[in-house]
């Protein structure tokens, strides 16, 4: 069965702490994405990556930056978290046909 | 970019009842994919369905392309069935979400 596996499940940070998110695909992906999921806004697109060492930014970019140095794994890096970044954080990757999703990483930023 | 609406955005649903989602969109797609979110948060694919009509299980779904819309049906519903359904589409860049349809089934 296809994964992809996001490290943590549940994550605690404080203010200005730098923050990794860490997502692993097995299916040989090009392509990478990072969304957040808050209340009322839905699921907003952060960055995606459609290669090695590839970035682009989405809706949302502010506050993140990633990383995609091997095909298979894309990070999300938040430099200096903030309160306002405590939200859903959902990796996805496609290979043009269909996005599949890992499980999700609740980040709280206090 | 392109719009996504989904309706209704709540449905209560007693078992064994049936139901329609639908996702309206503006835009030509390239990839239309419905998904249940769980109460863990996890995405999980139900369709990919830019065209035509798929079905699994108690669940199918139809897009009509030229129209810009697409419907997803639940028959029998069973508690289990409780939770978020999104439709996501997808036209010459990424995956844009509706608001979604948050269900809930009584037993």
């Known amino acids: 069965d296809v994964k992809v596996t996001q490290s943590s499940r549940y994550l605690v940070k404080r203010t200005g702490e730098k923050v990794f998110l860490e997502c692993v695909q097995d299916?040989?992906?090009?392509?990478m994405f990072w969304y957040r999921q808050d209340p009322g806004l839905g699921l907003r697109l952060i960055y995606f990556s459609y290669d090695v060492k590839m970035k682009e930014k989405g809706d949302i970019p502010e506050g993140y930056s990633v990383s995609r140095e091997k095909k298979e794994r894309f990070s999300l890096i938040l430099e200096s978290a903030s309160t306002n970044q405590t939200s859903m954080y959902l990796c996805?990757?496609?290979?043009?046909?269909?996005?599949?999703f890992g499980s999700g990483t609740r980040l709280t930023v206090v | 970019g392109i719009q996504v609406e989904q309706s209704p955005p709540d449905l209560i649903l007693q078992e064994g009842a049936n139901s329609t989602l639908r996702c309206n969109f503006s835009?030509?797609?390239?990839?239309l994919q419905w998904f249940h979110q769980n109460p863990w948060g996890q995405l999980i694919n139900l369709f990919y369905i830019p065209s035509g009509t798929k079905q699994n299980g108690r669940l199918s779904a139809t897009t009509v392309a030229t129209e810009r819309y697409s419907l997803l049906y639940i028959s029998s519903s069973q508690t289990t069935d409780s939770g978020v359904y999104f439709c996501?589409?997808?036209?010459?860049?990424?995956?844009?979400f509706g608001k979604g349809t948050m269900l809930l089934v009584s037993p």
């Open positions: 996805a990757s496609s290979s043009g046909i269909g996005y599949t």
């Open positions: 996501a589409v997808e036209g010459y860049s990424t995956l844009t």
């Open positions: 299916m040989d992906h090009e392509n």
């Open positions: 835009d030509s797609v390239n990839n």
